[in-house]
Nanobody, 120 residues
Framework: QVQLVESGGGLVQAGGSLRLSCAAS????????MGWYRQTPGKQRELVAA???????NYADSVKGRSTIFTENAKNTVYLQMNSLRPEDTGVYYC??????????????WGQGTQVTVSS
């Protein structure tokens, strides 16, 4: 199992920056992929950015060029640096850890979520 604790959300004006942090309860070397998802009222949770254990990164088109996902292995932490924030970036951001075993489907773990609000 993996416990995830997020921090770093808040209220920011459009054009500002935020850095979200997600600390995992186990070494992230043992986690196949970690990512950040955003959820807004009435919509499904959507991928914002993800990074694999091989450091391959994937970003939603809406945040490409404005956001960076990176890890600090010594702290078992994944970060999402978001710049040039827009009101449409508003939502609850969830950290995700995906474990892929030798058998069965991947298992996803989620943090409790952190609110990001971007004012215009």
């Amino acid at each position: 199992q993996v416990q995830l604790v997020e921090s770093g959300g808040g209220l920011v004006q459009a054009g500002g920056s935020l850095r979200l942090s997600c600390a995992a309860s186990r070494s992230i070397f043992a986690i196949n992929a970690m990512g950040w998802y955003r959820q807004t009222p009435g919509k499904q949770r959507e991928l914002v950015a993800a990074i694999t254990s091989g450091s391959n990164r994937n970003y939603a088109d809406s945040v490409k060029g404005r956001s960076t996902i990176f890890t600090e292995n010594a702290k078992n932490t994944v970060y999402l640096q978001m710049n040039s924030l827009r009101p449409e970036d508003t939502g609850v951001y969830y950290c995700n850890a995906r474990l892929v075993g030798a058998y069965g489907p991947p298992v996803d773990y989620w943090g409790q979520g952190t609110q990001v609000t971007v004012s215009s």
